[in-house]
């Protein structure tokens, strides 16, 4: 499967808890993104990365987030302290570099949290 | 900032019946690209059409067809002899070209096609 790996798919947690969320783009691609999505609502943007470099970080991810992509390839996503507002479906994406990119973002499946 | 409007929250349809999803989006910006993916059951956004800004012309692919007016800011869709595998959340979003491509997305509508 060459698509857009996301692990776990599903974690519960309780509340207070650390959970960390793994990406693995599609092996060309060195832009990756992270988005969020609550029930009933469509994703929106957390942060992004050009290789390794964290370029662009949006408001909605609070200093209890922190994400990485350490060689340019796999990128995690750690929530500190989780609390039930952090419940959502979390989206990783990658696209082609500039030059080569159309603008289209390819997702994995997600990863599902849960915070009780 | 960029907005998009997805109004219609679910629609329901019988199959064989033609569908139109609406989008409406705000932005300042003059060069953007508009997109429309599908969300099936499973979680994965499935990246259905990109449109470019500068170009208005209609595009079908199949039973898809998508319908791009600047003037009134709209990029519905239509899916004509809707099947049961239709089934799904689908969200219309937009970018900027310049830099990142963050995607602003529509709250998405449901769309159930009932056999």
């Known amino acids: 499967d060459t698509g857009v790996s996301q692990n776990p798919r599903h974690k519960i947690t309780k509340r207070g808890q650390n959970v960390t969320f793994r990406c693995d783009p599609i092996s060309e691609h060195n832009r990756l993104y992270w988005y969020r999505q609550t029930l009933g609502q469509g994703p929106e943007f957390l942060t992004y990365?050009?290789?390794?470099?964290?370029?662009?970080k949006s408001r909605l991810l609070s200093d209890r987030f922190s994400a990485e992509r350490p060689k340019g390839s796999f990128s995690t996503l750690e929530i500190q302290r989780t609390e039930q507002g952090d419940s959502a479906m979390y989206l990783c994406?990658?696209?082609?570099?500039?030059?080569?990119?159309?603008?289209?973002?390819?997702f994995g499946e997600g990863s599902r949290l849960t915070v009780l | 900032a960029q907005k998009v409007t997805q109004a219609q929250t679910e629609i329901s349809v019988v199959e064989k019946e033609d569908v139109t999803l609406d989008c409406v989006y705000e932005t300042r910006d003059t060069t953007y690209y508009l997109f429309w993916y599908k969300q099936p059951p499973s979680g994965e956004l499935v990246f259905l059409i990109r449109?470019?800004?500068?170009?208005?012309q209609n595009e079908i692919s199949g039973r898809y067809s998508w319908n791009f007016q600047k003037s009134t800011s709209s990029f519905n869709f239509t899916i004509t002899a809707s099947q049961v595998v239709d089934s799904a959340v689908y969200f219309c979003?937009?970018?900027?070209?310049?830099?990142?491509?963050?995607?602003?997305f529509g709250q998405g509508t449901r769309l159930t096609i009932n056999p």
């Open positions: 449109r470019n800004s500068f170009d208005e």
């Open positions: 979003a937009l970018s900027i070209i310049q830099g990142a491509q963050k995607l602003v």
């Open positions: 994406a990658s696209s082609f570099p500039a030059g080569l990119n159309t603008g289209e973002l390819f």
């Open positions: 990365f050009q290789n390794e470099a964290q370029l662009e």
